[in-house]
């Protein structure tokens, strides 16, 4: 009687989630979807306003902080060994 019990839960739970998932996965797939196309929307709005900037020169200097450590150890000069 266990084992007859046992198959009929088996089979409910995979039937139950084959129904389940006959209905809930398109759901998510359409949001997830509709979400990655809003992202790409945004990403194509952001380019045409970098587009817009084309004409446009943007200079950046680097600082001149030129510290040099005289400390840095002593020279040593190699010979080459036959």
Known sequence: MGFIRTIVIIMLVYYGFKIVARYAFPFFIKRFMG??????????????????????????????????????GEYVDFEEVD
């Open 35 to 72: 979400k990655m196309e809003d992202k790409f929307k945004q990403q194509q709005e952001f380019n045409k306003k970098e587009d817009l900037n084309i004409g446009e020169t943007i200079i950046d200097k680097k600082p001149n902080n030129k510290t040099s450590n005289k400390n840095v």
